[in-house]
């Protein structure tokens, strides 16, 4: 397993995280008829997701500590059994086996806050992610350790060891099971390297990572020129057949919340391109560029005029990366891995 390191921390919308606690809840249903479950970090930490079935349980974006992921573990176990115990009673029989333990744990990006509990699941299951974001994460992830307990003061840290993906995906890997199809989905660079999702086509629920973040402004480290892609991206997305949107950071929403995000970043290119029309140099853009729109979502006044300059800069040199290639928003819908269908004994 690869254990490189760093630079780049990107905490789509990170608030003080003392205690990073989130809350488990039934998602699409209730306790035990339902097998999807959003943990939701409070006060805008982080969000995962839990999605059990008869063949293991998978784990989306597994938080941004060991401790957090040791946490998120026992609740998986925990929703596990509760589905198992259902599973039998509805036979009229009764569970001779354990419930089934966590089998893949899917990560949409290489940042910290999503990645940071993969340690807790190394030796039980098999991560996943994009080729970049995974090589993003080799690179980065000492400095983004470095940045979360200097800087945002996340605890349970100490003996954090960078764990990548076990397996990588650049287009569509299936995780078919007799409950659900999950679907884990290479987006291309967007918000940063390598970004994806998992869709539940069956549901109708989206877990869009830092992809989908309405009522934040996005966190400016370590991301890719890549806004034009992020916007082709969720633009894809609005044409899927979606009920529920489980973002990165806040509550979960409705279908609308990928317009929401799509429109922020159109109108932020909008108006930078008009900066940039009128001859302002970068940081003059990053002055006078103002949503006020959006003046009121969580950290504009620290972050959007680096948001600004990131446009500007993109708009000045970088062109998006060409659809369908591997660095872009095009790659929703290539190369398809189908799994097995139950889980492996390690």
Known sequence: MRRTCVLALTLAALLPLTGCDFVVSPLGGSEGRTHVYVAAGKGGAPNAGIICTRNGCVVIDPMLSPMIGASLHSQALAKSRIFWDNLHAQRKERARTQAPPVLYVLNTTFRASHTFGNQEFERIADIVSTPRARDRLELDGRAMREELRDQWKVPGLEGHAVTSATLTVDGTMNIDTPEVKIQFIAMGDCVGEGDAVVYLPGSKVLFAGDMVIPGFIPYHKGRSATVRNWIAALTK??????????????????K?????????????????TQAMASGKSIDEAAQSVKLSKYSKWVRYDDWFAENVKLVYRELKGAPAAAAGSAAGAGVVEPRVVNTLDNFRDK
């Open 237 to 254: 997305l609005e044409t899927w057949e979606i009920e529920s949107v489980v973002p990165g950071h806040g509550d979960v929403a409705r």
């Open 256 to 272: 609308d919340a990928i317009k929401t995000q799509r429109e922020f970043l159109e109108a932020l290119v909008g108006e930078v």
